[in-house]
Nanobody, 123 residues
Framework: QVRVVESGGGSVQVGGSLTLSCGVS????????AGWYRQPPGKQRELVAT?????????LDSVKGRFSLTREDAKNTTDLYLEMNNLRPDDTAVYYC???????????????WGQGTQVSVSS
């Protein structure tokens, strides 16, 4: 059974930093892509960052240069880390991680949504 657990959220002031962690377990994921989504209050969920099985990353334009996604793969687990710097109020959201696949340049999540982790940025 695949399990997704996010952690590391919190409340910070503008310009602060947080690193989100995600543990995905229950299968082999080293050949899979992965991604972080976020859902701001009252808004649709959006894809923030992806990483393929070779470590190549892509980011939402608004987080480029501020967020960094990395991964560590073991036999039946994958850990994802989203380092977030120079945080802004519009980064406030619940953040979710997923494992999935790319079809062309489009990322498709394949894991169920975890409980997410709340990030709140105040001015």
């Amino acid at each position: 059974q695949v399990r997704v657990v996010e952690s590391g959220g919190g409340s910070v002031q503008v310009g602060g930093s947080l690193t989100l962690s995600c543990g995905v377990s229950g299968s082999i994921f080293s050949n899979k892509a992965a991604g972080w989504y976020r859902q701001p209050p009252g808004k649709q969920r959006e894809l923030v960052a992806t990483i393929n099985d070779r470590g190549k990353t892509n980011y939402l334009d608004s987080v480029k240069g501020r967020f960094s996604l990395t991964r560590e793969d073991a036999k039946n687990t994958t850990d994802l880390y989203l380092e977030m710097n120079n945080l802004r109020p519009d980064d406030t959201a619940v953040y979710y991680c997923t494992v999935g696949t790319f079809l062309g340049t489009t990322y498709y999540p394949e894991t169920n949504w975890g409980q997410g982790t709340q990030v709140s940025v105040s001015s």
